[in-house]
């Protein structure tokens, strides 16, 4: 099996995460799962809507992280239909004291079923929404998440259409 992150990528980064972008069909509309949490200092609001995301464990694959957070967080069980991109934070890393440079790779994410996984992690998750585009767009905290929901949505939209094509 191939790593999907080779080691030398790796050293331009001080972490790695992964999340997903996860949708599902309801009635002949698609439907984007957000997650609440508490909010980090860069924002008016006490909480934030956002993707679920997290750090990989030891020796864990960035999908396989991507599935394992999307379970925690979002308490559902997905599979990966396709990579979405990635986005770069530089972060302050309080306990380190120094900055980080922090890569997170979102892979588009079909829901199978709902989850019980217990979830353990210092980010506490408010609530689990499935919601329109529409409502996603004006929901998520963060600029960089809104983008990679257009480039979800648009990937999707023309599987969909080969989909149809080919029936």
Known sequence: MVKEDSNSENLLYDERSAGGI??????????????KTVANSK????????????HLQKNEFLKQAALREVEEEGR?????????????????????NK?????????????VSQSNLKYYDMELVLDRVWVSFEEATKMLAYES???????????????????????
């Not at 996860?22 to 997650?35: M, P, Q, T």
């Not at 924002?43 to 997290?54: A, I, M, R």
């Not at 900055?99 to 829901?111: A, G, H, N, S």
Request: net charge positive; charged share 30%; no cysteine.
């Open 22 to 35: 996860a949708y599902r069909i309801e009635n002949g509309k698609i439907e984007w799962l957000l997650i």
């Open 99 to 111: 900055k980080i440079i922090k890569k997170v790779t979102f892979f588009l994410m079909e829901f």
């Open 43 to 54: 924002t008016n609001k006490s909480y934030v809507f956002k993707f679920p995301k997290g």
């Open 145 to 167: 998440e809104r983008v990679l929901l257009q480039k979800a949505r648009a990937k999707l939209e023309a599987l969909l259409k080969n989909q149809k094509a080919v029936k």
């Open 76 to 96: 559902i069980k997905a599979v990966i239909v396709d990579k979405i991109g990635s986005n770069n934070y530089v972060i302050f890393d309080k306990l380190k």
